[in-house]
């Protein structure tokens, strides 16, 4: 893109496109990697900063589990400012990418979450089966948390069911 300067005079300057396929054209898998880590770094050094732009940067430097936190922390934030929809996708992002090891417990608390969201969406149905989700994963794991998030969740489709409509879950 041409810019011109205080002084008129016309300079040539790169976007982030065309600095992002250089890159990608001239750098190896692991140079690319250590670029990302590094944007990261500097983001996360920000006053403020959009945790889903440090979890992109954060993924294509390999960093899967550091990504997933800030998605979590952005999926929070769109709760307490209620875009609820962008949550729900936030924790099916999340949810979809859980490394198979992860705790039934968080697994659970996740869906219950996404659950939370969906109902405060207006997704009643979507909602229920969400948290059915929840109470079936919370179930398994045979220990005291998990039987009261398996209460807690079975006790939110319920209301969901019931009502057709959430009082802010």
Partial sequence: QRVTDEHGESHLTLTHDMLKEYIKE???????????ARIAEQLEGQAVTDPLRVSHHLWQAGEEQRARQCVARA????IEVEAFDLAVRLHQWLLER?????????????YES???????????????????QAAEIAQRTHHEEGERLFLRVL???????????????
């Fill in 75 to 78: 999926a929070r934030d769109a």
């Fill in 114 to 132: 996404e659950g939370d969201a969906r109902a405060n969406a207006g997704q009643w149905l979507a909602a229920a089966e969400t948290f059915m």
């Fill in 155 to 169: 006790r939110k489709a319920a209301e969901v069911n019931l009502s057709g409509k959430s009082n802010r879950l």
């Fill in 98 to 110: 859980l490394p198979e090891d992860t705790s039934d417990t968080l697994r659970a608390a996740l």
């Fill in 26 to 36: 001239t750098s190896s898998e692991a140079r690319q990697r250590a670029l990302h």
